[in-house]
């Protein structure tokens, strides 16, 4: 029988869909007003490989407005032609569409901290207003090393970039990570920034949250009933959140040695990750809600003292190894890498959330390179039945029912539960229900790059990192800095193609738990 809900016609039901069809979630955006997007750093390698490529998509699906221009700043000594020919070369086939964006991009070659770089930059600016239409409309990438972001800042406001034109023009700064290399420089890099710029002017990038699936997690949260009764501490016995990447450190080994797996990938992405999986509620979705829910409950996160981060973290270095029967180096074997770096490019960690919801509820987080896969992923380990009446050799194959968000390669959600196995035995196993992005929703996907570039075009900040929340968490990671600039956390070592030292299974077996392996 099919019970009928007002308003709803069960004709239009299809119950054994199981595929959607979708067209490219560019195509229905909202269009922004003309603008100039001024890219800093624009000779280097992350504007090749992720900024001219996201434009470009942009472009080819109408996503850009009729008014738009680029302008490119950097050191090395191109014309015009030469910044227009990279653009070109950056797509594997250009279309006619970004063909015709890359004519209206313009090139200055000069010092960051030179003032005849920044009136150069206002001449070209004027001109773009006029040929065209682009209203005084600004935003300022910030693609060059942290070092600058500042320096760069500084400069656009000295030189009257960054303040609002007329006619409710706008002037918008966009921030790459890191924000910061610790909490004092976090703070001393918001506070230059607000020198120059409004807050609600600032936008920084942390590529991850322009995922899909990332931003699903909201969806999943506060669309379901069936998952919000049970998403607290009664029900949930431990939250993990792993990083692996199966590449090394590839040509960025000179910023590694500066940064290292916590800086790289904890106190940014993880975090992001952490707080919107764990945050309350939000009244509304909407920026200024969602990021306050966020802040909230980063606020929660219990920060240890240096000797509690002591016994509450794991650091290692990866040797030399083999992944998919290709032996690589080492870390200290790779270019730019001091052959004694103390380095840590695996990074495990117990966090606790003192709140309402999650009081009791240990969170295990884990990052590292040369892992034997690349997977992201969140998962919800719940309670263990409070009875098994079957005996333990029928259940050895069980494991806590657990709900996992795979936010990386294979985007999707598993349910883990158990199943008797066929058979005469009542022998029961742990048994995956598969949720697919790529099978449900089929056809090309953006990297990230295009919904946060689009998203700061139309001045929707709800994906961006404000000033508090990346305070907040440099607040939870410095002690860990602390305790390893101390030398108080020894730094261990794995083989390259395996899950990581045996010193980061024995943080959660001294809990009688273990990690899930993607």
Known sequence: MIVETPGLDVDDIDLDASVVAVGHELDS??????????????????????????????????????????????????????????????????????????????????????????????????????????????????????????????????????????????????????????????????????????????????????????????????????FEPVWNRRYIDNIQITVAEQLGVEHRGGFYETAGALRDIVQNHVMQVLALTLMEPPAAIAAQSIRDEKVKLLQAVVIPSVDEAVGAAVRAQYTTGFIEGNEVPGYRQEPDVDPYSRIETFVAMKLAVDNWRWAGVPIYIRTGKRLPKRSTEVTLEFQRVPHLAFGGALTRDLRPNALILRIQPDDGICLRFGAKVPGEAFRVRSVGMDFSYAETFPGPRTDGYERLLHDAMIGDATLFIRTDEVEQAW?????????????????????????GPREAELLLARDLRRWRDP
């Open 29 to 226: 955006v909202t269009t922004p007003p003309p603008l100039v997007l001024v890219v800093f750093g624009a000779s280097g390698d992350l504007t090749a490989r992720k900024l001219l490529p996201a434009i470009a998509s942009l472009a080819d699906h109408g996503a850009l407005p009729a008014g738009f221009a680029v302008v490119g700043v950097a050191r090395t000594a191109w014309s015009d032609d030469d910044f227009r020919n990279v653009a070109l070369k950056a797509v594997p086939k250009p279309t006619a569409a970004w063909k015709e964006v890359v004519k209206r991009f313009r090139y200055i070659s000069g010092e960051y901290a030179d003032p005849d770089t920044f009136e150069q930059l206002r001449v070209v600016l004027d001109d773009a207003d006029k040929t065209y239409g682009t209203s005084g409309n600004r935003i300022f990438y910030l693609a060059t090393v942290p070092d600058l972001f500042g320096p760069v800042a500084t400069a656009l406001g000295k030189h009257g970039c960054s303040t609002p034109g007329p006619d409710g023009a706008f002037a918008r700064l966009l921030v790459e990570k890191p924000f910061g290399r610790d909490l004092q420089g976090a703070l001393a890099l918001n506070a230059t920034l607000h020198e120059a710029f409004d807050e609600s002017s600032i936008f920084r990038i942390d590529h991850y949250m322009g995922k899909e699936t990332v931003q699903n997690v909201l969806a999943l949260r506060f669309a379901n009933a069936i």
């Open 475 to 499: 607040r939870i990671a410095d002690p860990f800095l602390e305790a390893w600039s101390e030398d108080g956390v020894p730094l261990a070592h794995y083989q390259a193609g395996t899950w």
